[in-house]
């Protein structure tokens, strides 16, 4: 007789293993998002114990007028920027590194963020008026203009010379370049006042937040999110390749082209009110890859709430780095988020 095999798992009993293990990893990600906000609130040139953060939380008049206006108008609109900017860019990064299957794409590297930049830059160095809005929200429109008008132009030369991913990548590649020198000879052309605006801003910072812009934010965070995790199944099928989901009646061209806009909203939502933020789209996705998988229902959260942890982290870096001197948090997520991207692409190498 053959000998007998060993009793399988049962399906349900492994798919509800697993289900589990990742909700309890998308937990964790948020638990330490949380413990990190606490941290970045409480640091800073005047530090603030955290008993007297958390009683401030719970009652804004705990403590003296002065620690209240440190926390409540300075500190907290800055840190929850830095949790939102970092989720947008996170679930943004995400998002395209999915639709394009290329492990390099985020809203910087494919030109999203240096069209973003551009309008930015038009309205810094001439002073444009748009609307009748005052320079802060003409520079927020005029960077979502451009970064959804760089969407539309690349999807359009896709679809005049071939849809595929690798076409897509290499017009954005093109555009990156492109934008870049146009924003040079902005920089060449700007007075002296409009030039320090400028290079401060393509830096990247959390000071000029303030809860009006930390409300925009979140609103497109929020109306974003839904319409991404709705497209969850359609994206990990997308995974397993372009002719794979269209055997599954997706529409291939169409889910690619909602994504890429989706991905220009919160692109430049995050770069119009604190600047040029780089390497938390990379990173942040190939984080929550690392940890979940591909199943894109924890995927895109997982990717969004690891942007939003390795932002925050970076905004205490910036003002614990040097004693007495904030730094650009742009500037510390680049030098900081290339050793960082390094280790992350050993270690999945080792995995594999």
């Known amino acids: 007789m ?3 095999s060993p009793p399988a798992v049962p399906l349900a009993s492994s798919y509800r293993r697993f289900i589990v293990t990742r909700l309890l990893i998308v937990v964790g990600l948020a638990i330490a998002l949380v413990i990190s906000l606490l941290a970045d609130i409480a640091s800073g040139p005047a530090h603030i114990p955290m008993a007297d953060l958390i009683a401030l939380l719970f009652d804004a008049h705990a403590q003296g007028p ?9 500190r907290m609109p800055a840190a929850l920027m830095a949790v939102l900017v970092g989720a947008t860019l996170g679930l943004a990064g995400a998002e395209m590194q999915t639709v394009l299957n290329n492990p390099l794409a985020s809203p910087f590297t494919l030109g999203v963020g240096a069209a973003a930049t551009l309008g930015a830059s038009l309205v810094i160095v001439f002073n444009l ?47 990156v370049f492109v934008l870049n020198a146009l924003v040079a000879l902005l920089q060449l052309i700007a007075s ?6 400028l290079v401060f801003w393509t830096m990247g910072s959390l000071s000029r937040a303030s809860w009006e812009t930390v409300a925009i934010v979140a609103a497109v965070l929020a109306v974003c999110l839904p319409f991404s995790l709705r497209s969850a199944w359609a994206m990990t099928a997308l995974r ?12 291939v061209e169409r889910l690619r082209l909602i994504s890429l806009l989706r991905v220009s909203l919160l ?9 040029t933020i780089g390497f938390i789209g990379l990173v942040g996705p190939h984080m929550a890859r690392l940890a979940l998988g591909e199943d894109h229902r924890f995927y895109l959260p997982g990717s969004a709430l690891a942007g939003a942890l ?4 970076a905004s205490i870096a910036s003002k614990t780095l040097v004693d007495g001197l904030v730094l650009p948090v742009g500037l510390v997520t680049s030098l900081v988020g290339i050793p960082f991207f390094m280790a992350l692409i050993m270690l999945q190498g080792r995995a594999r």
């Open 310 to 313: 390795v932002l925050s982290l």
């Open 129 to 175: 008026t748009l609307l009748g809005l005052n320079a802060h929200y003409a520079t927020a429109l005029m960077a979502f203009v451009f970064a959804a008008a760089s969407i539309l132009t690349i999807n359009a030369l896709s679809r005049l010379y071939g849809a595929s991913r690798e076409i897509i990548v290499l017009f954005g590649i093109a555009l």
């Open 267 to 275: 692109a430049a939502a995050a770069v119009a009110f604190v600047g």
């Open 192 to 197: 002296p006042d409009a030039l320090q605006q």
């Open 2 to 4: 053959p000998a007998s």
């Open 240 to 251: 397993s390749g372009d002719e794979h989901a269209r055997s599954f009646g997706i529409a």
């Open 66 to 74: 002065i620690q209240q206006a440190i926390v409540w108008e300075i």
